[in-house]
């Protein structure tokens, strides 16, 4: 297990993240950290802060995006109780099972949840799924965690969840 310093990044992804906050066109909430939780989400994750995932952990509670209609997991907060290491049943325990190769990275208010592959789903490794409530099945966005993010900041979120095609693939595409 690699030590907190070498997972500290001299290129750190968080003002990437912070930019496309700031091209927002909706509301966004970022939850702070509070104590050493960032620390310590990064170090149990093994990611480092050059990714945008070890950003989210290090820098945030989580964030709110859309009046709180979908929910970014960061290292947890006081505001929002759920966490990365909660969801995932690291280093914590939570009456949820975790999925066995697959890091849950957030969910919306009607019941969807996204992770990344690690190999749990058929498709690729470091993709992003969506559990769709509607059809109570795991679908490919054929995206990574920071195409999601920049989306979920930057896009009409509206459009993914009233599309009638029920794919996430084909919500996903009404957007560009």
């Known amino acids: 297990m690699r030590e907190l310093a ?3 990044s001299d290129d750190p992804a968080w003002p990437v993240v912070q930019s496309w906050i700031a091209e927002a066109n909706k509301d ?3 939850l702070p950290t509070e104590g050493t939780r ?3 989400a990064l170090h149990r994750l093994q990611v480092t ?5 070890g950003a989210v952990a290090l820098k945030t509670g989580g964030i709110l995006i859309d009046h709180r209609w979908l929910r970014v997991l960061g290292s947890g907060s006081s505001k929002l109780q759920a966490s990365l290491m909660s969801w995932n049943r690291i280093g914590e325990t939570r009456e949820i099972d975790p999925l066995e190769s697959a890091l849950v990275v957030g969910y919306d208010a009607i019941g969807g949840f996204f992770a990344v592959n690690g190999g749990e789903f058929a498709g690729e490794a470091g993709d992003l799924f969506y559990f769709a409530p509607d059809t109570l099945e795991w679908e490919s966005l054929d995206r990574s965690y920071s195409d999601f993010l920049h989306w ?3 896009t009409d979120l509206a459009a ?3 599309a009638p095609e029920g794919a996430a693939a084909i919500r996903f ?4």
């Open 160 to 162: 993914f969840w009233d």
């Open 38 to 40: 960032g620390e310590d």
């Open 152 to 154: 979920a900041l930057t």
């Open 49 to 53: 802060s050059h990714s945008v995932l």
């Open 173 to 176: 595409k009404l957007e560009e």
């Open 6 to 8: 070498e997972l500290l």
């Open 28 to 30: 966004v909430v970022v």
